[in-house]
């Protein structure tokens, strides 16, 4: 076990990891945010999702040990107490119906505003591709994504 330190949420945490350790282990098992979902575990379903620098990314495939940088979850990105605008867009387009892909659906969007203010469709299926809806509202997500984008959806 080694000692880290991580930058969550805008707050710094020590926290005992094994050595290849996933930061989605850590940041469940660990921290107690459970926001970020355990899907597949080879980073293939999005349901992971988090930023890291203001980059999506899948922490189920991320060694913990490894990370440098500043780590935001969905339990961060409101952080404020004021939703972001597409944790807003996805509630008026109801982007979702089991939930269980949606914190990865909202960070993985969120990572792409913050890449493309304004993305096109095809620009959204493509930033998109890898995150999986088992529920099938893939059209209400671009639909949330393109509203949040008319907010100014960047962080």
């Avoid at 050595?19 to 355990?38: A, C, F, I």
């Avoid at 509630?91 to 203010?117: D, N, R």
């Amino acid at each position: 076990m080694a000692t880290i330190t991580l930058l969550i949420n805008g707050s710094e945490h020590k926290v005992e990891a094994v050595e290849d350790e996933p930061l989605l282990s850590v940041l469940r098992n660990r921290l107690g945010m459970t926001g970020t979902k355990y899907g597949c575990g080879v980073g293939q379903c999005g349901a992971c999702t988090v930023l890291l620098d203001g980059k999506a990314v899948r922490s189920c495939r991320l060694q913990a040990t490894t990370v440098k940088g500043k780590v935001v979850t969905i339990e961060g990105l409101a952080a404020d107490g004021n939703l972001q605008p597409i944790q807003q867009a996805f509630l008026e387009e109801e982007a979702f119906q089991c939930g269980y892909c949606t914190s990865g659906m909202i960070m993985a969007a969120q990572g792409l505003l913050k890449a493309v203010p304004k993305p096109s469709d095809d620009q959204i299926v493509d930033y998109m591709n890898g995150n999986i809806c088992r529920c099938g509202t893939y059209q209400r997500i671009m639909a949330a994504i393109h509203r949040a984008a008319e907010k100014g959806g960047k962080a």
